[in-house]
């Protein structure tokens, strides 16, 4: 198996969530191979960052207002490309809005987020896919063309006041409240469903906290609640992560 | 804060446990302060090892039988200070007994569970230590060595079918099989007890599996179930290197 390079710590949940999820898929792939105990891992090397440096060097719309915060991702996917990694993945969402200006210094792959949603939805017949994330993710073009090449139809919540929403949802989920939250999403997704976008319809749960409330269900790739397909992103992200360090 | 190198997957849900723990205790440590949100968590890089090939390579007491197993371990170490750690762990109790072989060529300093352990002993009043461990830990001196300047009493359980007991307990929380355990536990540790030991006793769950067994309590340093203190040695060992990486 190929050394796996993880940038982490945007936050760190979502790392462990993406190290379990690895270390678990490796194991019932070598277990259902026959291999005997304990079962073989990938070599994997994390470089896990500080999110209080991150968000407050977050830039804006200013020319070169974006600098520290790209060369503080880009400088941990070379440490990591140094230390033997063989494909690269960014454990969160967000910055997979800039990944075009903090991987052009490395030369091994780097698994993206939006490739894996993609070729998902493409295996799953999707054509609509609703996002819901963080406000970065939800305002930039990042994800449309990040998924470009797989006919995919991909739209945000169109209101303000449901991008808040969102962001509240995954605020209060951070903070391991529940309640109320499965009903909130339904809700958001129900208000952007539109006779032009049902058909082959999915909502890209496209933050890690998201995932959270739909309780036992958000170990799987997809599920379906109230009738609607729902994509973890994560899970989806990490099983395209492994089959790339197979081969 | 300093950066800390974790040498894990040795098991992979000890290291998640350790880096959890680790980040945990910073965003307390700076909400105490009053610090802005989100709270930081020092840079971390973890070289996460697979355990196949650790387990696989253990050697006996046949001279050079562990030079495969040292220079993984001795190269995981180098590399982590090599990307910038400026002190190291190792998240698993295990591989310590080889401590002194695989951290002789790295500069900076690698925080010993065992020191840890002992440190925590002269604070709670302990003199006399029960450690249930995996087999190298329970067959080894380093343990006894490692604590030896805290005029501490360390003993392991005293037949070999209590060893043996207490690996397949650790076999079993692995598995997720908690039924009973927490009874087999006790009745090791009261069979170990004697007129001779049992002042200022405490017992050292000395692998990250164990705590397992005492479900919510196990998020703490030490606790006390049925008149026994026990000794979490994962969270012990996080907190004395969260403390070292502050100074």
């Given at each position: 198996m190929k050394k796996i390079g993880i940038v982490g710590g945007v936050g760190w949940p979502s790392t462990i969530e993406y190290y379990k999820s690895i270390c678990t898929l490796s194991q019932s792939y070598w277990e259902k191979q026959g291999h005997s105990r304990p079962l073989p891992t990938p070599e994997i090397v994390i470089e896990s960052l500080n999110m209080n440096f991150t968000v407050n060097n977050r830039g804006s719309a200013?020319?070169?207002?974006?600098n520290k915060w790209d060369q503080y991702f880009k400088t941990a996917l070379e440490k990591l490309e140094a230390n033997g990694a063989e494909l690269l993945l960014i454990?969160?969402?967000?910055p997979h809005t800039r990944l075009a200006q903090i991987s052009s210094?490395?030369?091994?792959?780097?698994?993206?987020i939006y490739e894996a949603i993609g070729k998902h939805c493409q295996f799953l017949g999707v054509r609509n896919l609703l996002v819901l994330g963080t406000l970065p993710t939800m305002s930039s073009s990042a994800f449309i063309d990040g998924v470009s090449k797989y006919d995919l139809n991909v739209f945000y919540p169109s209101s303000e006041n449901s991008h808040d929403r969102v962001v509240g949802i995954i605020d209060e989920l951070y903070h391991?409240?529940?309640?109320?939250s499965l009903e909130s999403i339904d809700a958001i997704v129900r208000e952007n469903l539109t006779s032009a976008n049902q058909d082959n319809f999915a909502v890209c749960l496209?933050?890690?906290?998201?995932?959270?409330?739909?309780g036992t269900l958000s170990v799987q790739s997809d599920f379906h609640v109230g009738g609607i397909t729902y994509l973890n992103s994560t899970v989806i992200h990490s099983q395209h992560v492994f089959e790339a360090c197979l081969v």
């Amino acid at each position: 198996m190929k050394k796996i390079g993880i940038v982490g710590g945007v936050g760190w949940p979502s790392t462990i969530e993406y190290y379990k999820s690895i270390c678990t898929l490796s194991q019932s792939y070598w277990e259902k191979q026959g291999h005997s105990r304990p079962l073989p891992t990938p070599e994997i090397v994390i470089e896990s960052l500080n999110m209080n440096f991150t968000v407050n060097n977050r830039g804006s719309a200013e020319l070169g207002s974006w600098n520290k915060w790209d060369q503080y991702f880009k400088t941990a996917l070379e440490k990591l490309e140094a230390n033997g990694a063989e494909l690269l993945l960014i454990a969160s969402a967000t910055p997979h809005t800039r990944l075009a200006q903090i991987s052009s210094s490395v030369t091994v792959p780097v698994i993206s987020i939006y490739e894996a949603i993609g070729k998902h939805c493409q295996f799953l017949g999707v054509r609509n896919l609703l996002v819901l994330g963080t406000l970065p993710t939800m305002s930039s073009s990042a994800f449309i063309d990040g998924v470009s090449k797989y006919d995919l139809n991909v739209f945000y919540p169109s209101s303000e006041n449901s991008h808040d929403r969102v962001v509240g949802i995954i605020d209060e989920l951070y903070h391991n409240i529940t309640d109320g939250s499965l009903e909130s999403i339904d809700a958001i997704v129900r208000e952007n469903l539109t006779s032009a976008n049902q058909d082959n319809f999915a909502v890209c749960l496209g933050c890690t906290e998201l995932p959270i409330a739909f309780g036992t269900l958000s170990v799987q790739s997809d599920f379906h609640v109230g009738g609607i397909t729902y994509l973890n992103s994560t899970v989806i992200h990490s099983q395209h992560v492994f089959e790339a360090c197979l081969v």
